[in-house]
């Protein structure tokens, strides 16, 4: 198997842990699009706790990414992906959180 991969089957792990089924393929194209980032161990995961990275994540994926308008829309959907994995879990692994904004939005087209 390859890192890729590895990182794949952590990423289904950790969904199972959260009580989220994902759809396979989706989160290897959201995965993909990622690119090296998910190989650097700070760079894979959102610290829902730096506000600083909550709006990179807003700007650069919500916004540009996926075409969304800035409002407070995003930023709830942002606050309810880091209920989803829940404060004690250091595990925010950034593809699968990427990935729950996707399916959030109905963006799923965007990874056809």
Do not use: W
Not at 4 to 31: M, P, R, W
Not at 56 to 71: E, H, P, Q, T
């Amino acid at each position: 198997m390859s890192k890729f991969d590895d990182l794949i089957e952590i990423y289904h792990g950790e969904a199972q842990k959260i009580g989220v089924s994902v759809d396979a393929d989706l989160l290897a194209k959201v995965t993909k699009g990622l690119g090296p980032s998910i190989y650097n161990t700070d760079s894979s995961k959102v610290s829902c706790g730096d506000k600083t990275e909550l709006e990179r994540v807003k700007a650069n994926f919500l916004i540009k990414k996926l075409g969304l308008a800035d409002g407070a829309e995003l930023d709830s959907a942002i606050d309810e992906v880091c209920q989803t994995f829940g404060s004690s879990n250091r595990n925010k692994y950034r593809s699968l959180f990427y990935y729950l904004l996707v399916k959030k939005f109905g963006k799923e087209d965007l990874y056809a």
